[in-house]
């Protein structure tokens, strides 16, 4: 298993990281999602899934996103 650490951009509220949450999940091959609203962070738990399809399926939701790299946990 992998982790991709994401910085979401565009995110406002409870529903939004509810939707981008969703939108990780539904991607295959990832297993766990956690997003850190306030500091606009999903951290993402997956086995072969490359970081473009994560940012893609955050795109698809309607917010930016980056892979962030060389951050902890």
Request: glycine share 10%; charged share 30%.
């Amino acid at each position: 298993m992998a982790k991709t650490i994401l910085k979401i951009q565009g995110m406002t509220c409870e529903m939004c990281s509810k939707r981008a949450e969703e939108s990780l999940k539904a991607v295959k091959g990832v297993s766990e999602v956690s997003i850190d609203l306030k500091k606009g962070l999903a951290t993402v738990v997956h086995d072969g899934v490359s970081e473009k399809d994560l940012i893609r399926a955050v795109v698809d939701a309607g917010y930016r996103a980056e892979a962030r790299r060389g951050l902890l946990g």
